[in-house]
């Protein structure tokens, strides 16, 4: 069975008119490429059809629809924050590759948060804690702070919004490894030795607002979640950022950098072939909610060239798979141009979407409920009782 099939056949599986076809599409249900014979045609992936099919034909029982919400299905939640619609991000209705040229972080913080207005004064805090990476003195600096800050049930809005900008902070003062004052991304590009350019500066603060939120993402879900109990900001910020350090979600990058040293060392067409030879995934490329490209990843690579070896990559495998390059690429390829530190990929995802984690967690506490579905049991029945 191919992997890759024709719109007249698309619609035939599904039993569909072609609106409604690219109406899956624009959704991200389904994905599209080009067909390399005919680029005037398109051809759509076959699996992404059979979920659809599927999905279409089972009863729609709650526990049905719950079991089918779990990984890239119907919406679970209401949320006032973000949305991807027709192949875009947008924050609170405004474009966020548009916001990316001229906002910094720290303002688009606050339009996530549902404020849009001057900039808040932050509490006093002192000095991030010591370790020996990035990662690790992010997870201590949110793990001291959840360990004695108050619950966010209840709060007044001002305290919480406060709360929320000195927190912002505390993490970019836990990648830099110093506390200081000034704008979050001129902050990191002197951390990381680029800040006399202003250039990477402002790549630094692109990147940081293009990964403010993403909707309702594992991390996203796993604050909103820790939010549902009443936990504090930096409680719910914490299980963002040990949701994000999995290889499936932030810690991506890390795949994404290993298959640039394969390029590098063997050359973009081998270290390509004996990816597909295995059968193994291209972290990088392609993404289920943009079937025709991610806009975060073509708004910074718009702005900066990547490094050559990275580049032949970007059109290897574009050529090859019809997937483009998603922001995992984006991230390695801007780290790599500007020299930085080698998890700098996971810092600018951990720091700038703590500003998306701690808007969920403030509108979980404000309207929603505890989040606690059912499990649908599939072990051994339990034993009658005597």
């Known amino acids: 069975m191919p992997d890759w099939i024709t719109r007249q056949a698309a619609c035939a599986r ?87 040229k001229d906002q910094t972080l720290e303002a688009v913080a606050r339009l996530l948060r549902g404020g849009d207005g001057a900039a808040l004064k932050r509490a006093e805090r002192g000095e991030p804690p010591q370790g020996d990476t990035l990662a690790a003195r992010a997870f201590l600096a949110l793990a001291q702070r959840a360990g004695v800050d108050p619950p966010a049930i209840g709060r007044h809005p001002l305290a919480l919004a406060v709360e929320a900008a000195t927190l912002l902070d505390v993490m970019c003062d836990a990648v830099a490894g110093v506390s200081a004052s000034g704008a979050i991304h001129e902050r990191l590009a002197l951390a990381w030795g680029c800040g006399a350019d202003r250039k990477s500066a402002d790549l630094i603060r692109r990147a940081l607002v293009l990964l403010a939120d ?47 040293d394969d390029a590098r060392r063997l050359g973009a067409e081998q270290a390509l072939a004996e990816r597909l030879a295995q059968d193994q995934r291209l972290p990088g490329f392609g993404h289920n909610l943009y079937p025709n490209g991610d806009p975060r990843a073509a708004a910074l690579l718009e702005v900066f060239d990547p490094p050559p070896a990275l580049a032949r990559l970007r059109v290897t495998v574009e050529a090859a798979t019809g997937q483009a390059a998603n922001v995992d690429f984006a991230l390695v390829a801007l780290a790599e141009a500007l020299g930085l530190p080698a998890q700098a990929p996971f810092a600018l995802f951990a720091v700038g979407r703590c500003a998306g984690w701690i808007a969920h967690a403030i509108e979980q506490g404000q309207g929603g409920g505890l989040i606690r579905p059912r499990a649908r049991y599939a072990g051994m029945r339990p034993a009658a009782s005597a």
Do not use: C
Not at 21 to 47: E, N
């Open 214 to 260: 993403h909707e309702l993402n594992p991390s996203t879900f796993a604050a909103r979640v820790a939010a549902s109990t009443g936990a504090s900001l930096a409680a719910s910020a914490l299980a963002g950022l040990s949701a994000l350090s999995g290889p499936r979600h932030g810690g991506a990058g890390e795949a994404m950098r290993r298959l640039a």
């Open 14 to 100: 599904l039993g569909v008119r072609p609106q409604t076809l690219y109406a899956y599409v624009s959704r991200g249900r389904v994905s599209m490429r080009a067909d390399p014979a005919d680029p005037r045609r398109s051809l759509y992936r076959a699996a992404d059809l059979d979920v659809l099919a599927e999905r279409r034909s089972r009863s729609r029982k709650p526990a049905a629809v719950a079991a089918g919400a779990i990984a890239w299905g119907e919406p679970v939640l209401d949320s006032a924050i973000t949305t991807v619609e027709g192949g875009r991000l947008y924050y609170r209705g405004r474009d966020a590759t548009v916001l990316a």
